[in-house]
Each structure stands twice: as structure tokens, then as C-alpha cells.
């Protein structure tokens, strides 16, 4: 069946470092890959999507590219800031899934000042 | 655009009581709508499925008796915990779909009960 999977946390960096977080996935067809971010206490939100093949997705500085060959959607981000510090979710949907979102584990970030 | 709201946001009640959670779409239609519950530090576990106009889609291991679902119009869908009990409380978040989508699914912000 599909599945996601994301690198364990917790992530933490110091302010303006590099970040990556991994992701791969295994799915039937042709998923729609998807980045969410949850701020502590709050509900998810939509960070970037990529809907096919090559394409990346972008959003507040970051990004995260679609690749088949590798079944990866790494998340980026050139220079992290304090406010970045939540937990990310790498996820997918697919017909094959009858479009149900399914999430992998979650990444918590810290990021420090 | 794409704003989902839930309310309320933080609820107590005390065990054997029901508590109703709303979550609305507020400038977009949703034929679709679903129920995640959230456990501390852990991923969203899918508890329903629920499109406008027909009975909701549980997933195995809900019970449907417990979690009441009414997606009664396109805006709005209602997740009733009925005899809640403190193993219910939980972070309670729901996604709304778009008609014309197929893929993306916008949060609301969570509701937090707490059975005591």
C-alpha cells in the first residue's frame, strides 16, 4: 500500500543553518506529494504540494522537488529562522488511496537563536 | 482564501457527557470533509470520511456510534462524541476539501477536549 516516510526528529539547528528534511514514499500511480507545517497547539497547514514528476514546490523559502526516480520529496531551506520551529509532515494522495491524505510520522524542527 | 475553522477551539466536560465539534469552510465549498485525531507528539490518525448529503465513511477501528458525523451542507460538518470518556480526550482536527479539487485538503485549527 502507500506510505510515507520522513527522517526522525528532533531537528535542531541554529538560526540561518541549512535545513533538510527527508522524505520518500511508496505509492501506486502517480501521487500529489505535499509538505504541512504545525505550529505548537494549532492544526495543519498547507506549506508546498508538487503534483507530478519534477515538478518543486515553494513556499516561504522553501522547497521541496518531486522525484520519481529516487520516490523523494526532500524538504529545503537555505537559512532558517526562529519562527520556523514546529513539527513538519510530509504527505501524499492518489487515486490509488481513493485520495485520502496519508501522512507520514512528522519531523519536529527547533531551531535555535 | 481556503480558511477552515473549528470551533470551538478548547472544550471540558466531564465523562458520560457529549460534546459537538464544528468545522466549517468559510470561503469555499467542500463536498468532502474529514476527521483526523492527533495524539501528543504523533502523526494524524484519519477517523472519517464525510461527503455532503450522505452518511460518513469510518475508518476500521472507529467506532461510528461514538464519533457522530453530519455533513449536513457544503460548508459545514459536525463530529458529536457521544459518553465521552477521558481515553476520548484528544486533539480533535478536520480538512475540507474543495468541490473542485481532487488532491488538496485545508486544516482547520484543532479542537482540544479534554474528558475529565
Known amino acids: 500500500g502507500n506510505s510515507v516516510t520522513q527522517m526522525e526528529g528532533p531537528v535542531t539547528l541554529s538560526e540561518e543553518a541549512f535545513l533538510t528534511i527527508n522524505c520518500t514514499y511508496t505509492?501506486?500511480?502517480?501521487?500529489?506529494l505535499f509538505w504541512y507545517v504545525q505550529y505548537p497547539g494549532e492544526g495543519l497547514q498547507l506549506l508546498l504540494k508538487a503534483t507530478k514528476a519534477d515538478d518543486k514546490g515553494s513556499n516561504k523559502g522553501f522547497e521541496a522537488t518531486y522525484r520519481k526516480e529516487t520516490t523523494s520529496f526532500h524538504l529545503e531551506k537555505g537559512s532558517v529562522q526562529v519562527s520556523d520551529s514546529a513539527v513538519y509532515f510530509c504527505?501524499?494522495?492518489?487515486?490509488?488511496?481513493?485520495?485520502?491524505?496519508?501522512f507520514g510520522s512528522g519531523t519536529r524542527l527547533s531551531i535555535r537563536p | 482564501g481556503a480558511v477552515v475553522s473549528q470551533h470551538p477551539s478548547r472544550v471540558i466536560c466531564k465523562s458520560g457527557t457529549s460534546v459537538k465539534i464544528e468545522c466549517r469552510s468559510l470561503?469555499?465549498?467542500?463536498?468532502?470533509m474529514f476527521w483526523y485525531r492527533q495524539f501528543p507528539k504523533q502523526s494524524l490518525m484519519l477517523m472519517a470520511t464525510?461527503?455532503?448529503?450522505?452518511?460518513?465513511?469510518?475508518e476500521q477501528g472507529v467506532e461510528k456510534d461514538k464519533f457522530l458525523i453530519n455533513h449536513a451542507s457544503l460548508t459545514l460538518s459536525t463530529l458529536t462524541v457521544t459518553s465521552a470518556h477521558p481515553e476520548d480526550s484528544s486533539f480533535y482536527i478536520c480538512s475540507a476539501r474543495e468541490v473542485q479539487s481532487t488532491d488538496t485538503q485545508y486544516f482547520g485549527p484543532g479542537t482540544r477536549l479534554t474528558v475529565l
Open positions: 504527505a501524499l494522495t492518489s487515486y490509488s488511496s481513493a485520495s485520502k491524505i496519508i
Open positions: 470561503d469555499f465549498q467542500a463536498t468532502t
Open positions: 505509492a501506486t500511480g502517480y501521487p500529489s
Open positions: 464525510s461527503n455532503e448529503g450522505s452518511k460518513a465513511t469510518y
